[in-house]
């Protein structure tokens, strides 16, 4: 599909095309989906993307998406500013957010350390978490980074940072998910499951 | 996925989340995509977007999209304006025109016939045909609509509408695609390219 009937089109389609996983046959098909809608609706598609690039800020604590200097979350009275959620971006923190068990603030790095990918501890917000753990309120951090060689390779750089305060480091419980069935389990996690077993009393309802 | 800790992130997901085939998960990708990218470009892409849908203008005589009053194909002194092609929108004259085996001009239906989806022949460009054929220079027209119920009912209010006109009326040959094998292919296709079967001499090369 090269030969398009109006360079307007053509320059909205290469756009629509720049997107990850959006083809040229794709980013057609929305292009004249656009065209079809009402003015004032592709007007405010077309507004709300460029706000969201040059009006974003992100939290001056945790490094999360905000809308204000300080996100909704660092700032709300009832989180335990104590304990903070380390993770690897901003989905992380909307995962964890949508089970509504976390109490606590989170740390976004913006990534993990890998070599393969030109990434270093200096291009993360590591920095500022061994600043955060200086300031004295934090009593626990949370490691919840992937379970790759590169999230294992970023939460040692971050223990060694770390170990000279009095904070303590524990990482998410890895297991098998809930209703999945042992005999289809990977070995690593199987292995894992069982190294770190819970108290079954801990699991008891009304606990 | 609802615990935005963005406004605006929020809304660019919202508005992404409104083009067809892309969900809540896609298009928060695409958010945090384009957070990762050059403000310029962003902005370039927001714009593209908002041009499209008020700069972009419909030929007068065979309504395709056009950057002009009348489209490069019918302004075209290489076209034949004798020969028309009815298509139903913009990515059949596309589809056409990549062939590069049309010599004549388009006219863009705008769609097709179609009770159950509450689209009259007024809804469509027909009117608009019948005038072009009025005009006395257009020698044949051609039949590209989909073979649908409602392509074969375009075809016959087509019909009866030109039919007092000095033009022939004919309809793109159906067949077997060119490389496909006959026992994969649907009967209503076969007994087609039986009854529409064509002299072995005009295949022939230098021909």
Known sequence: MDNYPSKILENAVNELAKLPGIGKKTALRLALYLLRQDPAEVEAFGTAII???N???????????????????????????????????????MAIENTGQFQGVYHVLGGIISPVEGIGPDQLTI???????????????????????????????????????????????RGISIGDE????????????????????TLLPGR
Request: aromatic fraction near 6%; include cysteine.
């Open 51 to 53: 706000k969201l690039r």
């Open 55 to 93: 009006e974003i800020l992100y939290c001056k604590i945790c490094h999360n998406i905000s809308d204000e200097e300080i996100c909704p979350i660092c700032s709300s009275p009832k989180r335990n500013a104590a304990i903070v959620c380390v993770v690897e971006n901003i989905r992380d923190v």
């Open 182 to 201: 042992l005999e289809y389990t990977d070995e690593v996690t199987l292995g894992r499951s069982i190294l770190n077993r819970t108290p079954y009393e």
């Open 127 to 173: 920095d500022k978490l061994v600043n955060r753990v200086r300031e004295g309120t934090i009593r626990e951090i949370i490691l919840a980074l992937p379970t790759t060689i590169e999230g294992d390779t970023t939460n040692f750089y971050l223990y060694k940072k770390i170990k000279e305060f009095p904070v303590k480091m524990t990482a998410i419980a």
